[in-house]
Nanobody, 125 residues
Framework: QVQLVESGGGLVQAGGSLRLSCAAS????????MGWFRQAPGKEREFVAA????????YYKNSVKGRFTISRDNAKNTVYLQMNSLKPEDTAVYYC??????????????????WGQGTQVTVSS
């Protein structure tokens, strides 16, 4: 099993920035990719970004391209989500997730094996 712990959420004004971190522990050697998802009140959990654990391949939701950047530090077993130019519609609980293997796309939360507890991001207008 892989354990995930997110940090870095908070309250920020529109146009501001936040960086989320997700530290992985446990069977980290089994990780194939990691992703960030978010869930706003009354809405389904949606894909934000993903990164392969052993390559530079990254994937993004269209609405965050150019504003968000996912990266990783394998030595620290940590994945980051740098969020710039934040908008009120980015307000949600953000979750990181890990998958041991995936075929097809990375945007389906059902494919992920492990989840963090979530961190709240609130963007005020």
């Amino acid at each position: 099993q892989v354990q995930l712990v997110e940090s870095g959420g908070g309250l920020v004004q529109a146009g501001g920035s936040l960086r989320l971190s997700c530290a992985a522990s446990g069977r980290t050697f089994s990780i194939y990719a990691m992703g960030w998802f978010r869930q706003a009140p009354g809405k389904e959990r949606e894909f934000v970004a993903a990164i392969k654990w052993s390559s530079v391949s990254t994937y993004y939701k269209n609405s965050v391209k150019g504003r968000f950047t996912i990266s990783r530090d394998n030595a620290k077993n940590t994945v980051y989500l740098q969020m710039n130019s934040l908008k009120p519609e980015d307000t949600a609980v953000y979750y990181c997730a890990a998958v041991t293997y995936v075929t097809g796309g990375y945007d389906d939360p059902a494919k992920y094996n492990s989840w963090g507890q979530g961190t709240q991001v609130t963007v005020s207008s």
